[in-house]
């Protein structure tokens, strides 16, 4: 993905800490009566969104741990559980991987290639956040999480997302970027910049 022009280096775990903390926040009030509601990501539903949002850190951690992302099976159905403690011990576990020696400079095989430590948990982060988003916007919460955070991340963003990484849902991991005011909370013109419609 060539260098990165930003000082990725110097993220750390707090990063992830602090996205999972917003997703944390959403997901406290998202109930079992709107997991069939559709979401910004066309083609799944609030309960689809809380099963990976949900699955996200502990897929993180392993990878953070061993250097290498586990293979993806079957999507758990965590929304039928409790899905709040599951996304708890999810994240402390992988910003406790994050957090370790050396896992800043550790080299992390993925399935679309080699990156560092540094950078991927930045991926983590900005999939949490994003989805923490999904989340807020499909079951009528406030979608201005962090603004500070939110910037970080659509800085990242920018520079991390190529437009081959775009195209139709379920075909390309983003989905072409949407236009929108350069006023607009800086959660929304990250989910814009992510393929979203605010």
């Not at 060539?2 to 903390?21: I, N």
């Not at 550790?106 to 988003?133: N, Q």
């Amino acid at each position: 993905m060539g260098a990165d022009p930003l000082p990725f280096a110097t993220m750390s775990a707090d990063v992830l800490e602090a996205a999972f903390a917003q997703a944390a926040g959403v997901l406290e009030t998202v109930s079992p009566e709107q997991t069939d509601l559709p979401t910004p990501c066309t083609s799944w539903k609030v309960r689809d969104v809380v099963n990976h949002l949900v699955g996200g850190p502990r897929y993180f951690a392993v990878t953070a741990e061993t250097g290498t992302a586990p293979a993806q099976g079957e999507m758990t159905d965590f929304a039928r559980g409790d899905y709040r403690t599951e996304f708890a011990a999810g994240a402390a576990r992988a910003v406790a991987a994050f957090r370790a020696e050396g896992a800043m400079d550790k080299t992390m095989t993925l399935p679309f290639g080699e990156l560092p430590g540094s950078r991927f948990v930045l991926i983590a982060s900005t999939d949490a956040f994003v989805h923490a988003w999904d989340l807020a916007k499909a079951t009528g919460q406030p979608t201005d999480l962090d603004p500070e955070l939110a910037t970080r991340l659509l800085e990242f963003a920018r520079v991390a997302i190529p437009d081959a990484f775009r195209g139709p849902d379920g075909k390309a991991p983003f989905g072409p970027a949407v236009s929108i005011d350069e006023s607009a909370p800086a959660a929304d013109r990250l989910a814009a910049f992510m393929g979203r419609q605010p």
